[in-house]
């Protein structure tokens, strides 16, 4: 019989460089991201820091196309149409 544990938080050294890296051109992605950290950066996991890197990759214009729902996740980056990038994706758009 298997538990299931509890996502691991991500670390603090970790979360910085998270942090560098989710550094945008677009002031529009950038307000998702700090409204991002600002709600989850206290329990962010390893699995959701993943998810949001993964992210991270997108050109700016993709990645606001999703912020704002205007393109599915699927269209934008099918590669990336993984449960924990669909699961950050939804918590960047949470208002």
């Known amino acids: ?5 509890e ?3 991500i670390d603090e050294r970790s979360l910085s ?3 560098w890296r ?5 002031l529009e992605n950038d307000l998702f991201i700090e409204r991002f950290f600002q709600q989850h ?3 962010l996991t390893v699995r959701q820091a993943a998810g ?3 992210l991270m990759e997108l050109s700016d214009n993709d990645l ?3 912020n704002l729902g205007r393109k599915p996740l699927a269209q934008v980056a099918p590669e990336m149409d993984r449960d924990e990038v669909r699961e950050v994706l ?3 758009q949470q208002r």
């Open 17 to 19: 460089k998270l942090k």
């Open 1 to 5: 019989m298997t538990v299931m544990t």
């Open 90 to 92: 939804k918590m960047l």
């Open 52 to 54: 949001l890197s993964a």
């Open 64 to 66: 606001l196309d999703l």
């Open 22 to 26: 989710c550094r945008r051109g677009l």
């Open 7 to 9: 996502d691991p938080r």
């Open 41 to 43: 950066e206290s329990s």
